[in-house]
């Protein structure tokens, strides 16, 4: 594969469902896909808790702090602003991201608590829109069932429930329905078909949204 052509984009792959649907590991599995085909790939993950906007919401996550509704909704997504800008200068350059959770995950999650639907997209409009999404299904209890959760604020079932709601309601045509149930390998295959596709066209030149 022809990967240092200048003029090549990188391709924004996103990763969304619940907690415990195994993004996280497939996410690892499609970078160490694409790296060993001689793509430039990295995964990122949102929040991105490095940052000092990251560290007040893994603070909030985590109990440590109480923060209001639409004070911690607009922090996700200043924390989805915040980095923008190089997320475009990547692409640009012809490295393609593989992103564990995005805009999506900021509007279901906020929405699953009662804040407007609306109000929640208002902040992600100007991000960069996805080249494909792809949603790791599966029931909120079965999610529950995979060695429990980690503790953290959202971690519940009936919130969890609520959230694949809105997932549902948020999914469009577009998005790819990987069946997370699956066993972990052939997830991975269908999800590496799915994704080689759509770096392939983004360097064809499909253009930057
Ligand atoms: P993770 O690091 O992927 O486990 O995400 C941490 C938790 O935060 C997880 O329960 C999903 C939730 N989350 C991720 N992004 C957002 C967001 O933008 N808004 C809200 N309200 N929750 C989010
Ligand atoms: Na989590
Ligand atoms: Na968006």
Redesign the pocket.
């Known amino acids: 594969e022809s990967t240092g052509q200048s003029d090549a984009r990188g391709a924004l792959i996103v990763l969304e469902g619940l907690?415990r649907s195994g993004k996280t590991s497939q996410s690892a599995r499609l970078l160490s896909h694409l790296n060993s085909l001689g793509y430039a790939v990295e995964s990122w993950?949102?929040?991105d808790r490095d940052t000092a906007v990251g560290k007040m919401i893994s603070s909030y996550?985590t109990n440590q702090s109480q923060l209001d509704d639409h004070t911690?909704?607009l922090l996700?997504?200043a924390n989805r602003w915040e980095k923008r800008s190089l997320m475009e200068a990547k692409l640009k350059s012809g490295t393609s991201l593989i992103v564990?959770?995005y805009s999506y995950?900021?509007v279901a999650?906020?929405s699953a608590k009662g804040l407007d639907i609306e109000w929640c997209k208002a902040p992600e409009v100007g991000l960069l829109a996805p080249d494909l999404v792809m949603y790791l299904n599966i029931p909120p209890e079965k999610a529950a069932e995979r060695g429990g959760y980690g503790g953290?604020r959202?971690?519940q079932l009936e919130f969890q429930k609520s959230v694949a709601k809105y997932y549902e309601m948020l999914s469009d045509p577009s998005w790819k329905i990987i069946d997370a149930c699956l066993p972990l390998e052939d997830v991975e295959k269908q999800m590496k078909e799915i994704v080689l596709d759509c770096v392939v066209s983004c360097q064809k030149g499909k253009p930057l949204t």
């Open positions: 907690d993950r949102f929040p996550l911690i909704h996700f997504s564990d959770r995950s900021g999650f906020s953290e959202y971690e």
